[in-house]
């Protein structure tokens, strides 16, 4: 069983940044892929980045440049830095695991582990 538990969201305005961060516990922890995906209301939940274990990353081409995905294997944590964010950003993120070393952008039925969620909400 792994365990996430994101944090770090909240209202910016357009042109800014912000962090989150996803911490996973468990006694056999499943994260040798960690990605983050994003849900906007009406949307299908979408891939946004993801970071493997030996640091590799993979990002959604509607972020690539702005957002930045990093890890701390000691800690189990996953963050993701998201820069000059714009309206179409506001989504719910959520954190997800998986035990897997994925290539590149995978669906959300890839990941056995999810977090609750957290909202970004991007004014204009």
């Known amino acids: 069983q792994t365990h996430l538990v994101e944090s770090g969201g909240g209202l910016v305005q357009a042109g800014g940044s912000l962090t989150l961060s996803c911490v996973a516990s468990?006694?056999?922890?499943?994260?040798?892929?960690m990605a983050w995906f994003r849900q906007a209301p009406g949307k299908e939940r979408e891939f946004v980045s993801a970071i493997k274990r030996s640091g590799i990353a993979d990002y959604a081409d509607s972020v690539k440049g702005r957002f930045t995905t990093s890890r701390d294997n000691n800690k189990n944590t996953v963050d993701l830095q998201m820069n000059n964010l714009s309206p179409e950003d506001t989504a719910v993120y959520y954190c997800a695991a998986s035990g897997n070393y994925h290539y590149g952008p995978s669906p959300p039925s890839a990941y056995a582990y999810w977090g609750q969620g957290t909202q970004v909400t991007v004014s204009s």
């Open positions: 468990g006694r056999s922890l499943s994260t040798e892929t």
